[in-house]
């Protein structure tokens, strides 16, 4: 097979491609393949154009940067300097294989107050890993023949199956183990930004007693014919009403921003403000709107989806009475259908939580049609 040719598109193109993924009417996938562009890098020159809007109307003046103190700068290097040149990796592996080989722990005493510079810990220095068991060998060789035959099947029903076969093995000791996983459309939409700050949670014990107290918000994907979009809602806690909500074709914080902003303009402020660790919510551009409104920021503990509850109820209403009963065959049809539905679930829809009645009569205080 020839290998693709590389193209350079010119600088109209580029521009086309990005004003219609800005445009958002079709998902990546169908601009993937009615342009012939990778859907990462349609991703990126959107996130181009955007940046650079602004200086279409004349750009802000530039903070003058810090100064740099060179002192301190020198005084670095020859510190990092001293210490590459000192523990050298060929040295540090030589050492460590003549205490394996020597079985003379004291060959490796000069690790001892120096693992910063090492990188390594002692206790790997010492530690002889223990040889798999034949035992689960012969297991590992089972789930590796079930993963090929059901490629679905996550740790827990695979543990089923061996369990079926009178083989008793826990998720953990061997499953996990092997690091596998099920095959499954599963979009992650809460990834972490290391250099983002994340905030505690605020809500451990707290009694939501009122509307406009506590709201929170969540990301998820809603499956269409060809490829996905991204929901994000705003929630009031109290009464689960939805605030306010945004269809997006990427996954960045610009429609989050959107909704919030709606939702403050509509509904006031609330006094503590809850999401998950996403990118999307530790963004210095999200929280600075927060900030702005004074507004205590709450965030979910790492892999707790239960502190965001509420909305994770909401998606599955949206998705099992929504999204799932009708295949969305462009963006424009899913806004106006999980509009619609949005509507619907405000303002009609009973939940048994709230008594029977709607979210728009608890948060706006309206009483039961039957008691009017």
């Known amino acids: 097979m020839s290998k693709r040719p590389r193209r350079n598109h010119n600088p109209a193109f580029k521009a086309k491609v990005a004003l219609a993924a800005v445009k958002g009417e079709k998902t990546l996938a169908e601009l993937a393949q009615q342009y012939d562009v990778h ?59 003549r205490a394996q080989s020597d079985d003379r722990p004291w060959s490796c005493a000069a690790a001892d107050g120096s693992g910063g510079q090492l990188g390594i810990s002692r206790g790997s220095i010492y530690y002889k890993p223990r040889a ?11 789930i590796d023949e079930l993963h090929l035959l059901y490629p679905f099947a996550g740790s827990r029903m695979l543990r089923d199956l061996l369990r079926q076969e009178g083989v008793a093995a826990g998720r953990l000791h061997v499953v ?18 290391p250099e983002h700050k994340v905030y505690p949670y605020l809500l451990r014990n707290v009694a939501v007693i009122r509307p406009n107290q506590v709201w929170a918000t969540d990301i998820t994907y809603v499956p269409m014919a060809r490829g996905f979009v991204y929901l994000v809602a705003i929630v009031d806690w109290f ?34 403000f809850n999401s998950d660790q996403g990118s999307q919510f530790t963004s210095s551009a999200f ?11 709450s965030m979910d503990g790492k892999g707790r989806w239960p502190d965001n ?18 295949a969305y065959a462009s963006v424009p049809e899913a806004r106006a259908g999980i ?34």
């Open 39 to 97: 859907p990462n890098l349609i991703n990126q020159r959107r996130a181009r154009l955007l940046e650079g809007a602004a200086d279409v109307f004349g750009s802000e003046p530039v903070a003058a940067e810090a100064a740099v103190d060179v002192t301190v700068l020198h005084a670095k290097i020859g510190e990092l300097t001293l210490a590459n040149d000192f523990w050298p990796v060929r040295s540090v592996r030589q050492v460590c294989c």
């Open 132 to 142: 798999v068991s034949a035992a689960d060998l012969a297991i590992m060789r089972r």
């Open 176 to 193: 996990k183990r092997m690091g596998l996983e099920a095959l499954y459309r599963c979009p992650n939409t809460s990834k972490p930004a």
């Open 239 to 272: 009464s689960r009403r939805v605030l306010a909500w945004r269809v997006s074709i990427s996954l960045d914080a610009a429609f989050c921003i959107e909704a919030l902003e709606e939702a403050l303009a509509r509904h006031g402020k609330p006094a503590i």
């Open 287 to 297: 929280t600075a709107v927060l900030h702005r409104e004074k507004i205590a920021i």
């Open 309 to 326: 509850v509420f909305v994770e109820r909401l998606w599955r209403s949206v998705k099992y009475e929504e999204v799932y009963l009708n």
């Open 339 to 372: 509009g619609h539905y949005l509507g619907f679930y405000n303002a009609v829809r009973p939940h048994s939580a709230l008594g029977g009645r709607t979210p728009d009569q608890i948060y706006l205080g309206q009483p039961l049609l039957a008691a009017a």
